[in-house]
């Protein structure tokens, strides 16, 4: 078994019996004839010295084949890397808009512009408008007269708030007449619409205007009111300019308010007066019946012809 083993089938009688150990040296070498032919017909001693020279010389190789993997691999991902960035190109970063001046944006809003601050416009509880004191205080009766409100006029109560003046023009103007209540808050105009039902006016109609235009029908109007408003009204040009499409020959625009800066609820006359000329009216009159402290004052204006 043991010979089996180690050298394969007994041999046959007559046949000399090879050493064992040159039998295991040949064994290894046929190994290595098997695996390299240019081993071929060295002697088996010297097969095995080949085969660990070469094991040498493919450890000694080793290092420079893995040397030049890592730097095959490092070329292709800088390649891979640099085709990308050439096929994305960097994207300037996006800055804030810039804002050019009104006259490159529109030549009449520079025109419009104002040099002075404007009030925020009044949000909160509209029950101050309803002091039963108002009407003796403001003489409102008057300032119909003046503005030649009567039955069948159509009026415009811009900046009507609480319809505090709409509900006044309105008994005036009767059934024959309409007053338009213009508001930029939605809430207001609700309010508006709300109270004229209520007190059975149904002559009045609430607009919801913007702070530019007062949205109001062509040659619809006889006279016009702007009472406490005209310091919160962001473009008072632009919106003066535009109601007066909405003006009949002969229309009446009357402002009452109080002295001021203008960014303190208020605003000086002399600065109304000027404001309203450029829209393309003319100062018709001024009064100071209005509010027996002398701050406030009510100007009337008609299209400049």
């Not at 804030?96 to 416009?121: I, M, T």
């Not at 800066?261 to 000329?277: P, S």
Request: charged fraction near 30%; glycine fraction near 10%; charge should be negative.
């Amino acid at each position: 078994m043991d010979e089996q083993r180690n050298g394969g089938e007994r041999p046959e009688s007559g046949t000399k019996t090879p050493n064992p150990s040159s039998f295991d040296d040949a064994r290894r070498g046929d190994d290595v004839s098997e695996g390299d032919g240019a081993l071929e017909g060295l002697p088996v001693g010297a097969g095995e010295e080949a085969r660990d020279g070469e094991r040498v010389a493919a450890d000694d190789r080793r290092p420079s084949s893995l040397v030049l993997k890592i730097f095959l691999g490092a070329a292709a991902t800088f390649w891979l890397l640099g085709g990308a960035l050439a096929f994305q190109q960097p994207r300037p970063a996006k800055s804030p808009r810039q804002q050019q001046p009104a006259s490159a944006q529109s030549p009449a809003r520079d025109a419009d512009a104002l040099d002075r601050p404007v009030s925020e416009p009044y949000t909160g509880s509209l029950s101050i408008f309803e002091d039963p004191k108002r009407d003796e205080k403001l003489q409102v009766e008057r300032v119909m007269d003046v503005l030649r409100i009567r039955e069948g006029s159509a009026v415009a109560d811009i900046g009507a708030g609480s319809g505090w003046f709409t509900v006044r023009a309105a008994r005036r103007v009767g059934d024959t007449g309409v007053v338009f209540a213009v508001e930029i808050n939605p809430e207001y105009v609700s309010h508006i619409e709300r109270r004229a039902k209520t007190e059975n006016l149904p002559r009045v109609r609430a607009v919801l205007g913007r702070e530019d235009d007062p949205v109001l029908p062509d040659a619809s109007v006889d006279a016009v009111l702007l009472l406490k408003t005209y310091h919160e009204i962001a473009e008072p040009v632009r919106l003066m300019r535009n109601l007066r499409k909405s003006l009949r020959p002969g229309a009446l625009v009357g402002i009452i308010d109080r002295g001021g800066r203008g960014d303190d609820h208020g605003l000086d006359a002399a600065k109304v007066i000027a404001e309203v000329g450029r829209a393309g009216y003319s100062l018709v009159e001024q009064h100071d019946f209005v509010k027996g402290d002398g701050m406030d004052y009510f100007l009337v204006f008609g299209v400049r012809d």
